[in-house]
């Protein structure tokens, strides 16, 4: 099963700086494949290795086109041709985008295995007011009535605008900057490794980072906390599913959302622009819908529902293009 490289294999992927991406990108080109075509693509981190496991096998097919990911940083890069992300963009910008929704993601809370709390509640599980008591800032909030928690813990998040804390912020009914605890630079990965360093860490990330890639099991040091997936208010045996990644996808697939409370689950989508596509990444876009859709489990990704995955309305943009 493959999904999430080694935790030193991230460190291969360079964080953003002031170099300037897109010429350091095509300057790499060898002199054999200096008539290829370069198409850069960007976005939400977590999706990387799924995106560049696409590119390696895209490159056999079409050996005519480099296709090159480029690290996002604070900001995405100042060029790219298609824009991979995990959050739903502003009505302004979505204006100019034309969309497909490959596949989707749930993220789930998570502990320090390590930790007295972990020990706790992966047993306990939590509901959705322990949740919200967890990880939200709430002044309405009645004090008096909020659990009490002996276990010591420490809430971290994201600094940064990005996929995971949006979507787990809003499904709960909060926005990210509500959401409390010591706020990590950096990616998804590097929020990994910041629980994954101390013992009474609680966070949240998207299962693609939670499942190691050989065993299907939560990387080691890391415990899934299960959560009330009825929402009646306790965590029964039966909802503790949360030990193997396949059944966790099966689950989710398989239920209502009302079935799967107090799981967030959102798109992952790639876009290029409307006015000025590239050629070459609407090629790209066609083949990974007509031939990789079928891989996404293996790097913890669920499949996207029919009536969102609309091919046939890529299919129309792309024959504008001659694709």
Do not use: C
């Not at 991979?84 to 497909?100: G, N």
């Not at 000025?276 to 489990?297: C, D, M, T, Y």
Request: no cysteine.
């Amino acid at each position: 099963m493959l999904l999430l490289p080694s935790l030193e294999s991230w460190g291969q992927i360079s964080l953003a700086s002031n170099v300037d991406h897109t010429t350091q990108a095509v300057s790499q080109v060898p002199a054999s494949k200096e008539k290829q075509e370069i198409v850069l693509v960007t976005g939400v981190r977590f999706s990387y290795p799924l995106v560049q496991q696409w590119i390696d096998e895209y490159a056999t097919v079409n050996e005519e086109v480099q296709i090159v990911v480029e690290s996002r940083g604070t900001t995405d890069p100042a060029k790219y041709d298609m824009l991979i992300e995990a959050y739903p963009h502003d009505e302004q910008f979505s204006k100019s985008r034309e969309y497909v929704y490959l596949a989707r993601y749930a993220v789930l809370p998570v502990a320090n295995n390590t930790s007295a709390f972990a020990r706790t509640y992966a047993d306990k599980g939590l509901d959705k007011k322990l949740i919200t008591q967890l990880f939200f800032h709430n002044i309405y909030a009645d004090k008096d009535k909020e659990q009490k928690i002996a276990a010591p813990y420490t809430v971290y998040t994201r600094l940064q605008k990005a996929g995971s804390p949006i979507v787990f912020s809003s499904y709960f009914g909060y926005d990210q900057k509500d959401i409390k605890g010591k706020a990590v630079a950096g990616a998804d990965e590097h929020l990994l490794k910041a629980i994954l360093r101390d013992s009474t860490a609680i966070s949240y990330l998207p299962l693609s980072l939670i499942y190691d890639q050989t065993s299907g099991k939560p990387v080691s040091g890391l415990s899934v906390l299960p959560v009330d997936l009825n929402n009646n208010g306790r965590v029964s045996e039966e909802e503790k599913i949360f030990d193997d990644l396949s059944v966790v996808l099966k689950y989710l697939e398989e239920k209502s959302p009302k079935e799967r409370s107090n799981i967030p689950v959102e798109y992952l989508h790639l876009s290029v622009d409307k006015r000025n596509a590239s050629p070459e990444a609407i090629a790209f876009i066609r083949w990974v819908l007509q031939n990789k859709l079928g891989e996404l489990h293996d790097y913890g990704f669920l499949q996207a529902e029919p009536s969102r995955l609309t091919k046939e309305n890529f299919e129309r943009f792309a024959s504008k293009y001659g694709q």
